[in-house]
């Protein structure tokens, strides 16, 4: 998979050990910054790997900053982004079967990041479920302008 990466400085630590871990594993890694633990602000980088998810040029984005919140608020202002801020495996799951979150954001300062690899591994795996969860996708779509 071809798979964006970005966060500010409170998650550049992360970042840096999850891309390491996704490029061992086979995966391609798009990096968005940040690129060093100097403050920055998570909307540089939440936006363009959000447009890089939005028009197709990656399969999906995995995002941190310090609650994940940030992040998952820029993110959702892109047309076409779905993005599901989790702190368990279970949300993942769930954001993937039921709405096809095609972005995954996460915060640095809360969750522990054995549960981070964990989590990543069900959002990569688990397939979206379609059925009547499509009909509300959908709905979230023609809302949105897609």
Known sequence: MKIALASDHAGFAYKERLRQLLQEAGHE???????GEESSDYP???????QAVARGEVD?????????IGMSIVANKVPGV?????CTEEMVRLSRQHNDANVLT???????FE???RMVEVFL???FEGGRHARRVEKI???TGR
């Not at 890694?29 to 940040?34: I, K, P, Q, T």
């Not at 779905?82 to 989790?86: G, L, S, V, Y």
């Open 82 to 86: 779905r993005a599901a801020n989790c």
């Open 60 to 68: 999906c984005g995995i995002l941190f900053c310090g609650s994940g």
């Open 115 to 117: 549960q981070v690899w």
């Open 106 to 112: 996460v915060g640095a300062r809360l969750v522990p």
């Open 125 to 127: 795996t688990t397939p």
């Open 44 to 50: 540089d980088f939440a936006l363009p790997a959000a």
């Open 141 to 143: 779509h023609r809302m």
């Open 29 to 35: 890694v798009c990096d968005f910054g940040a690129y």
